[in-house]
T-cell receptor, first 112, second 114 residues
Framework: QKEVEQNSGPLSVPEGAIASLNCTYSDRGSQSFFWYRQYSGKSPELIMSIYSNGDKEDGRFTAQLNKASQYVSLLIRDSQPSDSATYLCAVKESGTASKLTFGTGTRLQVTL | SAVISQKPSRDICQRGTSLTIQCQVDSQVTMMFWYRQQPGQSLTLIATANQGSEATYESGFVIDKFPISRPNLTFSTLTVSNMSPEDSSIYLC???????????FGQGTRLTVV
């Protein structure tokens, strides 16, 4: 059973601060990793994808990947109230054609 | 990103009936998937919709309960059969391909069985 684990939260950060979301996975052969944002009552929206060790930046978002530690993280700089949502970590299973395993999600609350 | 249209967006159904959910993608995609998301839970993959052949179901999901069709590269349907209140959930269509390596989602169908 391939697993993706996240802290369910809620993670509460003040507006303007950095939010750090973490994810670990069990499938050592996985090569593709994704972060999705899901607002309450809405479907998941892709924020970041990362395939190589290291950091990948896109605007206020930075994804970090460490395959040796089987660890993926998402940093959100200058957090805004509109960032309040559930963030889902997804890992493409090795040996499959695009099948994703999702974590349970971390609920982020950005406070004023 | 690929645009995925899913309908209906919500429905309230009587137990014992069936509901068919449609998923239309605006471009040809390689893979289409159906997920279920129960309240407060993460996404659980029901099956991979294969074009022109039977869907591939995940453990715990069977064709008799969740028949799936995919007649072409842009369209798929999921039927929830003989519904019970335990089937109340959000059902999501997802697609990969059309020039993108990432998976995108339809708006979801919120199903309530009474």
């Amino acid at each position: 059973q391939k697993e993706v684990e996240q802290n369910s939260g809620p993670l509460s950060v003040p507006e303007g601060a950095i939010a750090s979301l973490n994810c670990t996975y069990s499938d050592r052969g996985s090569q593709s990793f994704f972060w999705y944002r899901q607002y309450s009552g809405k479907s998941p929206e892709l924020i970041m994808s990362i395939y190589s060790n290291g950091d990948k930046e896109d605007g206020r978002f930075t994804a970090q990947l460490n395959k040796a530690s089987q660890y993926v993280s998402l940093l959100i700089r200058d957090s805004q109230p509109s960032d309040s949502a559930t963030y889902l970590c997804a890992v493409k299973e090795s040996g499959t054609a695009s099948k994703l395993t999702f974590g349970t999600g971390t609920r982020l609350q950005v406070t004023l | 990103s690929a645009v995925i249209s899913q309908k209906p967006s919500r429905d309230i159904c009587q137990r014992g009936t069936s509901l068919t959910i449609q998923c239309q993608v605006d471009s040809q995609v390689t893979m289409m998937f159906w997920y279920r998301q129960q309240p407060g839970q993460s996404l659980t993959l029901i099956a991979t919709a294969n074009q022109g052949s039977e869907a591939t179901y995940e453990s715990g999901f069977v064709i008799d309960k969740f028949p799936i069709s995919r007649p072409n590269l842009t369209f798929s349907t999921l039927t929830v059969s003989n519904m019970s209140p335990e089937d109340s959930s959000i059902y999501l269509c997802s697609a990969v391909g059309g020039g993108y390596a990432e998976a995108f989602f339809g708006q979801g169908t919120r199903l309530t069985v009474v």
